[in-house]
């Protein structure tokens, strides 16, 4: 019996991640974010235990626990799960959505609200808007998957 809801790989996961990015391409919501930073995280669990990942691979997750941008989406996932983190320390000191006149990019979101502008920041100050955050994600893991033949 599968749970997984049709994913078999780590290679399926990360094609919905880019699908996700897309999603917020097309317009930043919570919502959106939200899915592309689970779906992020998540990836290092199935890097443990997907059957078809190399075992070299397998060996180096901590090097993904390591990346700021997966501590990023790790601390938005389990926030966002938990409303707080217990288990370790956060790098990041705040993540905030503005909306209205003027937010957001131009013909993006709905008519008289307009789209959503998420920023992240550090707690060494430094601050990322929602699309630095998905382009640093999606690199990290496919520079991975390329290091390690995924």
């Not at 749970?3 to 897309?22: H, I, P, S, Y």
């Not at 998540?42 to 626990?65: G, R």
Request: charged share 30%.
């Amino acid at each position: 019996m599968s749970m997984t809801l049709g994913f078999k790989t780590v290679r399926d996961l990360f094609e919905k991640l880019k699908r996700d990015a897309n999603l917020l391409d097309d317009e930043i919501t919570s919502d959106r974010l939200f899915n592309f930073v689970v779906t992020a995280y998540s990836m290092i669990d199935w890097i443990k235990n997907d059957p078809t990942v190399p075992f070299l691979a397998k060996e180096a997750k901590d090097e993904l626990y390591a990346d700021m941008w997966l501590k990023i989406t790790g601390d938005l996932a389990t926030a966002g799960k938990h409303f707080e983190l217990t288990s370790r320390k956060p790098i990041i000191s705040d993540a905030t959505k503005y909306q209205g006149y003027g937010i957001g990019r131009f013909g993006k979101g709905k008519f008289g609200e307009g789209e959503e502008s998420i920023k992240v920041r550090l707690n060494d100050g430094k601050s990322f808007n929602c699309h630095d955050l998905v382009r640093g994600v999606l690199n990290t893991w496919q520079e991975f998957f390329d290091k390690y033949g995924i």
